[in-house]
C-alpha cells in the first residue's frame, strides 16, 4: 500500500556506511514523502564537513570520498555508502565535536556547513545522529548550536612542523604538543618556504589566533612570523618551560619532559 504524503506517524530514514551510519528521526521520513533536494542537502554538506576536517588533519583531498554503494527498502529506506580511510579520520573529528559540544575540534568549514545542517534540521523538525561510536552524535534542532562566539588575539605555539606549502593558499600542516594535528594558514609563500626548512622539527611560530569564548579553546590561527628557537641548537626543556609560563592555558596538562619524549620517539611516524 502507498505511503500517504499526509501521514504523520514518527519514523526514521538510516544511511548505513561500513563503520557509519546517518539517521536521520522526523515525520514523513520515507522515501516517497521525503523531499530530495532536502535529502541531498543535508549528506552533501555533512559530506562537506567530514572532508574538511579530514584534511585538516593532513589527508589528501584526493583520499577523501563517500560512495553510495546499495539502496534498499526495508520499512524505511537504508542506504549503503563506503567510507575511505581518509575520510574515515574525518567522520570520527566531527562525530567527537558534535558529542562533546566543542567545535573547536574542527575547522571553520566543518562548523559553517555543520551549522546549515542544524538550520535545515529545525526546519523539517528532523534529529539528525551520526552513529560511528557510542554514544552517537546528534544534531538536535530542540537544542541551540554549539557556541561558536569567538575572540582574537596574539599568541606563540609550540609545533612539530609535517608539511608546509600551497601556491594559491600557503598553509603549514603541524602537531600541537597535546597529539593533534591541525593545519594553519601561512601569511605568503616567503614565510612558508621557511616553514618549509624546517619540516620534521620543533619550532615556536608566532601568530593572529582566535579563541572559543565558552571553551577557550584555540578555534584558528594565522602564521606570521616563525620565531627565532632551534631545537637543534637550544635547551628544548629549559624553553618548554617558558613557554608554558607564558602560555599557561595552552600547555595545561602537557609534561615539558614526557613531550619531549614522545615527540621523539614519533618523528618517524
Same mark, same amino acid.
Given at each position: 500500500?502507498?505511503?500517504?504524503?499526509?501521514?504523520?506517524?514518527?519514523?526514521?530514514?538510516?544511511?548505513?556506511?561500513?563503520?557509519?551510519?546517518?539517521?536521520?528521526?522526523?515525520?514523513?521520513?520515507?522515501?516517497?514523502?521525503?523531499?530530495?533536494?532536502?535529502?541531498?542537502?543535508?549528506?552533501?554538506?555533512?559530506?562537506?564537513?567530514?572532508?574538511?576536517?579530514?584534511?585538516?588533519?593532513?589527508?589528501?583531498?584526493?583520499?577523501?570520498?563517500?560512495?553510495?554503494?546499495?539502496?534498499?527498502?526495508?520499512?524505511?529506506?537504508?542506504?549503503?555508502?563506503?567510507?575511505?580511510?581518509? $575520510?574515515?579520520?574525518?567522520?570520527?573529528?566531527?562525530?567527537?565535536?558534535?558529542?562533546?559540544?566543542?567545535?573547536?575540534?574542527?575547522?571553520?568549514?566543518?562548523?559553517?556547513?555543520?551549522?546549515?545542517?542544524?538550520?535545515?534540521?529545525?526546519? @523539517?523538525?528532523?534529529?539528525?545522529?551520526?552513529?560511528?561510536?557510542?554514544? $552517537?552524535?546528534?544534531?538536535?534542532?530542540?537544542?541551540?548550536?554549539?557556541?561558536?562566539?569567538?575572540?582574537?588575539?596574539?599568541?606563540?605555539?609550540?609545533?612539530?612542523?609535517?608539511?608546509?606549502?600551497?601556491?594559491?593558499?600557503?598553509?603549514?600542516?603541524?602537531?600541537?604538543? @597535546?597529539?593533534?594535528?591541525?593545519?594553519? *594558514?601561512?601569511?605568503?609563500?616567503?614565510?612558508?618556504?621557511?616553514?618549509?626548512?624546517?619540516?620534521?622539527?620543533?619550532?615556536?611560530?608566532?601568530?593572529?589566533?582566535?579563541?572559543?569564548?565558552?571553551?577557550?579553546?584555540?578555534?584558528?590561527?594565522?602564521?606570521?612570523?616563525?620565531? *627565532?628557537?632551534?631545537?637543534?641548537? $637550544?635547551?628544548?626543556?629549559?624553553?618548554?618551560? *617558558?613557554?608554558?609560563?607564558?602560555?599557561?592555558?595552552?600547555?595545561?596538562?602537557?609534561?615539558?619532559?614526557?613531550?619531549?619524549?614522545?615527540?621523539?620517539?614519533?618523528?618517524?611516524?
Amino acid at each position: 500500500m502507498a505511503l500517504s504524503r499526509h501521514w504523520t506517524r514518527p519514523c526514521a530514514l538510516w544511511f548505513i556506511m561500513p563503520s557509519f551510519i546517518i539517521k536521520i528521526d522526523g515525520e514523513n521520513v520515507y522515501p516517497k514523502t521525503v523531499e530530495l533536494r532536502h535529502l541531498l542537502e543535508t549528506l552533501t554538506r555533512l559530506r562537506k564537513a567530514i572532508s574538511a576536517a579530514a584534511i585538516d588533519a593532513g589527508e589528501s583531498p584526493n583520499d577523501v570520498f563517500l560512495s553510495l554503494t546499495e539502496i534498499s527498502d526495508k520499512g524505511s529506506s537504508l542506504l549503503t555508502i563506503d567510507e575511505s580511510d581518509a $575520510a574515515s579520520v574525518g567522520t570520527s573529528r566531527v562525530s567527537q565535536a558534535l558529542r562533546d559540544g566543542d567545535l573547536s575540534l574542527i575547522p571553520k568549514p566543518s562548523r559553517d556547513e555543520l551549522h546549515k545542517v542544524w538550520l535545515r534540521a529545525k526546519h @523539517n523538525k528532523w534529529t539528525i545522529s551520526m552513529h560511528n561510536s557510542t554514544p $552517537a552524535a546528534v544534531i538536535d534542532p530542540t537544542r541551540p548550536f554549539p557556541a561558536t562566539a569567538q575572540v582574537r588575539g596574539s599568541t606563540s605555539l609550540f609545533v612539530y612542523v609535517i608539511r608546509a606549502g600551497g601556491e594559491r593558499s600557503p598553509h603549514v600542516l603541524v602537531r600541537l604538543p @597535546n597529539g593533534d594535528k591541525r593545519t594553519f *594558514s601561512v601569511n605568503g609563500k616567503a614565510l612558508a618556504s621557511q616553514l618549509g626548512s624546517k619540516l620534521y622539527r620543533r619550532v615556536v611560530i608566532h601568530g593572529d589566533a582566535k579563541w572559543f569564548v565558552s571553551t577557550r579553546k584555540l578555534a584558528e590561527f594565522k602564521v606570521t612570523r616563525l620565531g *627565532s628557537y632551534d631545537d637543534q641548537a $637550544a635547551d628544548p626543556g629549559a624553553t618548554l618551560l *617558558s613557554l608554558s609560563d607564558a602560555m599557561g592555558r595552552h600547555w595545561q596538562g602537557v609534561d615539558p619532559e614526557e613531550y619531549l619524549r614522545d615527540e621523539r620517539s614519533g618523528d618517524d611516524q
